[in-house]
């Protein structure tokens, strides 16, 4: 049987007229799918990723899925070539600045690592950093510093999963409906978990899934911080409207009457009222644009395509049901509690939220302008920002700020 090697680079399922043969997926492709299926799905479910047994959980799938994108790939039912030919993915990495810059990064951190400029020392209930020789022509950091806390090792614990994710994407994924499953899998446990939050809300609970106690900054779900929770519902809710506009967009070129676009419309709109319910409100402005300019967008896309897509008539009747189940939610959740939270943005809340992270930016443009070069380490922010914070002894103030005086109060 004819045998041929290829390198990663050209596509390899294109048949001799130019049009696309429908082939199976590699089994290695299949294997990596399943891995980053696991990944996307067990983040947002491990308290955000925020905790150290979940970081190490998600770089090791990160570098299960890195091994599996690098193996050949035999395949033997490519026609057009000769019935056998073995793919070599290693060569496309080669290719791949992503890949360089994190080598050039983790390096960097390594360097770190072995030149540490402080010292992390305990006193009894109390930490702190000392200042060690060091060579000072090199990238420095912290020694000593726990990985319970942070340091420049669970930085690069941490880092190290979206760089073997996104090379493991570039690499190992060679057809277009393997990104498509992805992203699915993307927006339908989003979904699923913006579910869970507005149950969470409606019943009213303060336990972690209804079962275990959880940390006084808790809010919903499984995340522990409401920006996380916005940050992440964020990119649910432009992967939904991405994969609505996609389906749109098939349907009108295959003249086809319906599409399950609409399902992820309704779908983001769930995931925005769970977002509106994090009290993240920079997200939730956010959140609302996306869908506004997504509607916009389909509005001015329904007066020029040509033929194909829904009738009007299923449109229109679509877009009252999602006005509609805005108003159901808004009647049905207690929503003057988001009101109330914009509200003191304004009001009581303005130090804690403008005033006080404006002394904090201050306070970060001078522990940065402090070593331009080399900058603090990775993992010591919070060992070293202290020596600059107490220079803005504010940021300690009381929360309420005469604005007429100009003062704290």
């Known amino acids: 049987m004819h045998t041929t090697t290829r390198q990663a680079g050209r596509h390899p399922f294109r048949s001799g007229g130019g049009h696309d043969k429908v082939y199976r997926l590699h089994g290695w492709e299949k294997a990596l799918l399943v891995t980053l299926i ?28 890195f091994i599996l994108a690098l193996l050949p790939r035999r395949y033997t039912d490519l026609h057009h070539a000769g019935g056998n030919l073995r793919l070599i993915m290693w060569p496309k990495l080669r290719r791949f600045p992503f890949f360089w810059l994190g080598l050039a990064y983790f390096g960097y951190v390594l360097i770190q690592l072995h030149n540490p400029a402080w010292e992390f020392f305990r006193l009894g209930n109390l930490w702190g950093v000392m200042p060690i020789d060091h060579i000072q022509w090199l990238p420095h950091g912290i020694k000593n510093a726990p990985m319970e806390m942070m340091n420049g090792w669970r930085t690069l614990l941490i880092q190290a999963t979206p760089w073997f994710l996104v090379c493991a994407l570039w690499v190992g994924i060679t057809r277009r409906k393997s990104i498509r ?16 939050v507005l149950l969470q809300r409606l019943t009213g609970t303060k336990k972690l899934f209804w079962l275990w106690d959880a940390p006084a900054s808790y809010f919903a779900g499984s995340f522990v911080y409401k920006n996380h929770a916005g940050a992440f519902f964020i990119l649910i809710i ?16 295959e003249l086809r009457k319906s599409h399950p676009g609409m399902i992820y419309v309704f779908l983001s709109l769930i995931v925005f009222t769970a977002l ?15 869908l506004l300019l997504a509607g916009l967008g389909y509005t001015l896309r329904l007066f020029f395509r040509r033929e194909g897509g829904p009738p009007p008539l299923v449109t229109v009747l679509t877009a009252l049901l999602g006005v509609g189940f805005l108003a159901l939610c808004v009647v049905s959740f207690n929503t003057d509690s988001v009101w109330r939270k914009f509200e003191r943005l304004t009001k009581e809340d303005e130090f804690y939220s403008i005033i006080s992270r ?35 002894p504010e940021i300690w103030q009381s929360r309420y700020y005469d604005k007429k005086r100009r003062e704290y109060r």
């Open 38 to 65: 696991a990944q996307f799905i067990f983040l947002p479910w491990a308290l955000g990723g925020m905790r150290l047994w979940a970081q190490f959980a998600a770089a090791g799938l990160g570098l299960l899925a």
């Open 181 to 196: 499953l992805l992203l699915n899998v993307v927006a339908l446990n989003g979904a699923v978990l913006a579910l869970v």
């Open 238 to 253: 432009a992967t939904c409207l991405g994969l609505a506009w996609w389906h749109m967009v098939r349907a009108e070129r």
């Open 276 to 290: 509106a319910f994090t009290y993240a409100r920079a997200a939730t402005v956010l959140g609302a644009c996306l």
């Open 358 to 392: 404006q002394l904090a930016a201050r306070a970060t443009l001078d522990l940065a302008q402090s070593d331009l070069l080399f900058g603090q380490g990775a993992g010591n922010f919070r060992y070293v920002f202290p020596k600059y914070q107490q220079t803005y």
